[in-house]
T-cell receptor
Framework: DTEVTQTPKHLVMGMTNKKSLKCEQH?????MYWYKQKAKKPPELMFV???????INESVPSRFSPECPNSSLLNLHLHALQPEDSALYLC?????????????FGPGTRLLVL | QKEVEQNSGPLSVPEGAIASLNCTYS??????FFWYRQYSGKSPELIMS????GDKEDGRFTAQLNKASQYVSLLIRDSQPSDSATYLC???????????FGSGTRLQVQP
């Protein structure tokens, strides 16, 4: 089973709202990722968690706040977003054991900021 | 800046033909390479991974890697209309555990 789940599938929020995206995997993977994908562009890395610790933040604005409550869950808290933050937000996971590991993506959350 | 380059396409092939998708990468020490397929509005789906020079076959798909030329390709045999999608080449930055994606090649298989 290589399933990564994400909720919600779609989200519309205003610039003053606070919302959270959720990601879950039960493959025993120890690395989890957030990517952002704008229309007709490739995914771009935002954050990497390795063994529940934040290991990479790709200079993401503080209005995006990641959280990894345990090895199976990854959240992305959103606050005071801008319309240009509208995108497909992808969660991925991998074993984080060697250089040949594969990242598996969830279905994504399509976010629209009004 | 580590870069992954792909032709954006569209690459149009007739049904039943071989589709050839190409990718070059800039980081000479890269060891892990992936092809993902992405349908419009969906998330990337892993098609193939390849780590050693040469060919790797899985059904109708063959990945080819040439580390000396820093070149990765994906061949799709007997192309079907359902193969019409954007194909993303990705290279793993081992130190950061992060994928760098090419811009993707849009493949259109004409019935």
């Amino acid at each position: 089973d290589t399933e990564v789940t994400q909720t919600p599938k779609h989200l519309v929020m205003g610039m003053t709202n606070k919302k959270s995206l959720k990601c879950e995997q039960h493959m025993g993977h120890r690395a989890m990722y957030w990517y952002k994908q704008k229309a007709k562009k490739p995914p771009e890395l935002m954050f990497v968690y390795s063994y529940e610790k934040l290991s990479i933040n790709e200079s993401v604005p503080s209005r995006f706040s990641p959280e990894c409550p345990n090895s199976s869950l990854l959240n992305l808290h959103l606050h005071a977003l801008q319309p240009e933050d509208s995108a497909l937000y992808l969660c991925a996971s991998s074993q984080d054991r060697d250089s040949q590991e594969t990242q598996y993506f969830g279905p994504g959350t399509r976010l629209l900021v009004l | 800046q580590k870069e992954v380059e792909q032709n954006s396409g569209p690459l149009s092939v007739p049904e039943g033909a071989i589709a050839s998708l190409n990718c070059t990468y800039s980081d000479r020490v890269s060891q892990s390479f992936f092809w993902y397929r992405q349908y419009s509005g969906k998330s990337p789906e892993l098609i193939m991974s390849i780590y050693s020079n040469g060919d790797k076959e899985d059904g109708r798909f063959t990945a080819q890697l040439n580390k000396a030329s820093q070149y990765v390709s994906l061949l799709i045999r007997d192309s079907q209309p359902s193969d019409s999608a954007t194909y993303l080449c990705a290279v793993l930055d081992t130190g950061r555990r992060a994928l760098t994606f090419g811009s993707g090649t849009r493949l259109q298989v004409q019935p």
